[in-house]
């Protein structure tokens, strides 16, 4: 099983909701990783987990707060998010250290109204 | 992390062999070179991995000079499915849950 699956696909939600994105993996892998993705941009990394510590944080505004419960799962939580939060987002794992590969979920589409 | 350029966007026809060259100057001796592939609103995929010479495997071929400052992604003849965007990355992805800082891809369109 080399699947990253994440849940859900599409997110719309009001700057007054808490939402959370959800990722899971079965690869064994114990490092996992968030990506902000805008269109025709490149993927933003976001948050690294390693062995289930978040290991970097890069310098992401506090309404996202991450959280690794296990070593095969990741959320994502969100909150009083803004417009300009609207994107993909994207959840990626891989062995540590993490070596040639990151194994990258569909992502979710995130709307922000 | 060693900062890449590519050009932002290739066109080609089915069939042909398509190349993608990659510059990294100040890549570091620890530093490998990967490539990604991303189609519209789906994850990057891996698709190759190099340090040094040339590597290959049954989706493209990666050719690295002696000087590493450059790598070129070879796509032997490209369909209307390897339409999409290609990152190259630098790092040292051996260490411990390593950053991966995508640069700004060449979008390749191929056409019929």
């Known amino acids: 099983d080399t699947e990253v699956t994440q849940t859900p696909k599409h997110l719309v939600m009001g700057m007054t909701n808490k939402k959370s994105l959800k990722c899971e993996q079965h690869?064994?892998?114990?490092?996992m990783y968030w990506y902000k993705q805008k269109a025709k941009k490149p993927p933003e990394l976001m948050f690294v987990?390693?062995?289930?510590?978040?290991?970097i944080n890069e310098s992401v505004p506090s309404r996202f707060s991450p959280e690794c419960p296990n070593s095969s799962l990741l959320n994502l939580h969100l909150h009083a998010l803004q417009p300009e939060d609207s994107a993909l987002y994207l959840c990626?794992?891989?062995?540590?250290?993490?070596?040639?590969?990151?194994?990258f979920g569909p992502g979710t589409r995130l709307t922000v109204l | 992390l060693a900062k890449t350029t590519q050009p932002i966007s290739m066109d080609s026809y089915e069939g042909q062999e398509v190349n993608i060259t990659c510059s990294h100057n100040?890549?570091?001796?620890?530093?490998?070179i990967t490539w990604y592939q991303q189609f519209p609103s789906q994850g990057p995929r891996f698709i190759i991995q190099?340090?040094?010479t040339k590597v290959t495997n049954e989706v493209a071929s990666l050719f690295i000079p002696a000087d590493r400052k450059s790598s070129t992604l070879s796509l032997p003849r490209v369909s209307l499915s390897d339409t999409a965007v290609y990152y190259c990355?630098?790092?040292?992805?051996?260490?411990?849950?390593?950053?991966?800082?995508f640069g700004s891809g060449t979008r390749l369109s191929i056409r019929p």
């Open positions: 190099g340090y040094k």
């Open positions: 100040n890549i570091a001796t620890n530093d490998y």
């Open positions: 990355l630098v790092g040292d992805f051996y260490s411990s849950a390593s950053k991966i800082i």
């Open positions: 987990y390693s062995y289930e510590k978040l290991s």
């Open positions: 690869m064994g892998h114990r490092a």
């Open positions: 990626a794992s891989s062995q540590v250290p993490a070596g040639n590969t990151q194994y």
